[in-house]
C-alpha cells in the first residue's frame, strides 16, 4: 500500500487539476474582492511583506501561511496578464492594488484546493482499495462542488490552505504509531495559518474520546494519543492567546478572534432569528446537507453501527454550536458559513466513504 498511495496522490492531483483550473480562471477573470472578501486588503500587505506586522491588522498578520506562498510566488514572478474585473476595481478607499499581488493571492489557494483534493482522493482510493477509485472522484467532485468555493476559497483570502491542514490534521489523527505523532507540530503550525484549525482538531479529539469504551485496555494507548492532541490543541490556542494579548490587538479587531463572550446574551436576540443569519450561515451548507442525509442512509443499511455514536458528527455538531456561540458573540455571526467552510473536505470525505458503504451494502 506504500507504493501505491503515491501513485493515488498523484491520480487526486491529476484529477482535482483538472476539475478546478476553470473555478481558477473565472476567479481570476471576474473576482471583486471588495464585494464581500474584504479581508484582502489585510492580507495584502503581508503578500508583499509578510513579516511587516501592522497594528491594525494584526489578527490577519498571525495567518501568515497563505500570504508567505503568494509572496514566494510574486517573487517568482508567477503572473499572467489578462484583462480582468480586478483592473477597474483596483483602486479601493484611495488605495492602489497591485494586480500581481491579487493573483498569487488565488493562485496560492488554488494550490491549496488542488493539494487537499490530491490527499482527499488519496484516502478514499485507499480505503476502497482501488488507485483509479469512482468514491475518490466523487469526493473530489463534491469538494468542489462546495457553496463556499468560489466564494471565499478559491479567493484572494486564506482558505484553500486552511482545507489542506484540517484535512491532514484530520487524517493524520485515524493513524497509529508515528503518522500519527505529526498531527502534534502541524497541530501548532496551524495556528498560523488560521487560528480555528486547532480548536477544531481539539474538538475532534474530544469527541473521539467521548465515545471510547473507557474500560477497553485495548483502547487506552489511542485514549492517551487523543489526550495529548488536546493538550497541544490547547497549548496552540494558548500561544495564539499569548500573542493577542502581547500585542495589544484593537478592540474591533478582538471580534476577528472570538474574544467578545460578554456580549453573547446580549446579541442573541436579535440576530440569531434574521434572514441573513440562515441564508449566510446554514443554507452555504450543502456538503454538510447531503453528508447528513447519506449518514443516515447508510446507518439504515447496518454497515454503520449505529449503536455507537460517531465521533466526527458529535465534533461537526459541536464546532457548529461553538462557532455559533462566538459568532453572535464577536458580531461576525453572518460569515459562520465560512467558518463552517473550513470543515468542507472533511465533509467530502464523509460523502465519498458513505457512498462507498451504500453501494456495497446492495450488492449481492
Not at 509578510?50 to 489578527?59: C, N
Not at 500581481?100 to 482527499?120: E, R, S
Request: glycine share 6%; aromatic share 14%.
Amino acid at each position: 500500500m506504500k507504493r501505491e498511495y503515491p501513485v493515488r496522490l498523484a491520480i487526486g492531483f491529476a484529477i482535482t487539476l483538472l476539475f478546478s483550473y476553470q473555478f481558477f480562471w473565472y476567479a481570476y477573470k471576474y473576482d471583486v474582492p471588495w464585494a464581500g472578501q474584504n479581508d484582502f486588503q489585510h492580507y495584502y500587505p503581508l503578500v508583499l511583506e509578510p513579516f511587516r506586522y501592522h497594528a491594525e491588522t494584526l489578527v490577519f498578520s498571525f495567518r501568515i501561511l497563505t500570504p508567505l506562498i503568494a509572496h514566494l510566488l510574486l517573487k517568482l514572478h508567477v503572473f499572467y496578464d489578462n484583462a480582468a474585473q480586478f483592473d477597474a476595481v483596483a483602486l479601493y478607499r484611495g488605495q492602489l492594488f497591485a494586480k500581481p499581488a491579487f493573483f498569487a493571492m488565488l493562485f496560492a489557494n488554488w494550490l491549496g484546493i488542488v493539494a487537499t483534493g490530491a490527499l482527499l482522493y488519496a484516502r478514499v482510493a485507499t480505503r476502497e482499495g482501488r488507485n483509479l477509485s469512482l468514491y475518490g472522484i466523487i469526493a473530489v467532485a463534491a469538494m468542489l462542488l462546495a457553496f463556499s468555493m468560489l466564494a471565499t476559497t478559491i479567493a484572494p483570502l486564506a482558505e484553500g490552505w486552511s482545507w489542506f491542514l484540517i484535512l491532514l490534521i484530520f487524517l493524520l489523527m485515524q493513524q497509529t504509531g508515528r503518522a500519527a505523532l505529526l498531527a502534534l507540530p502541524l497541530i501548532l503550525l496551524s495556528i498560523f495559518q488560521r487560528e480555528l484549525l486547532p480548536l477544531f482538531a481539539g474538538v475532534f479529539a474530544a469527541a473521539e474520546l467521548l465515545t471510547l469504551r473507557a474500560n477497553a485496555m485495548s483502547l487506552k494507548g489511542r485514549a492517551g494519543y487523543l489526550w495529548s492532541v488536546v493538550a497541544v490543541c490547547a497549548l496552540a490556542l494558548g500561544i495564539y492567546a499569548g500573542l493577542v494579548e502581547l500585542t495589544h490587538m484593537p478592540a474591533k479587531y478582538q471580534a476577528a478572534a472570538g474574544m467578545h463572550w460578554m456580549k453573547l446574551g446580549e446579541n442573541l436576540r436579535e440576530r440569531i432569528l434574521t434572514g441573513a443569519f440562515v441564508k449566510q450561515s446554514l443554507l452555504s451548507l450543502n456538503l454538510c446537507m447531503g453528508w447528513i442525509a447519506l449518514e443516515i442512509a447508510a446507518r439504515r443499511t447496518g454497515r454503520v453501527l449505529a449503536p455507537r455514536p460517531d465521533h466526527v458528527a458529535i465534533a461537526v455538531v459541536a464546532i457548529f454550536t461553538l462557532m455559533l456561540a462566538m459568532g453572535i458573540a464577536s458580531g461576525i455571526w453572518t460569515n459562520l458559513g465560512r467558518l463552517y467552510a473550513i470543515l468542507t473536505p472533511i465533509f467530502a470525505l464523509q460523502i465519498g466513504e458513505r457512498l462507498r458503504i451504500l453501494t456495497e451494502a446492495r450488492s449481492p
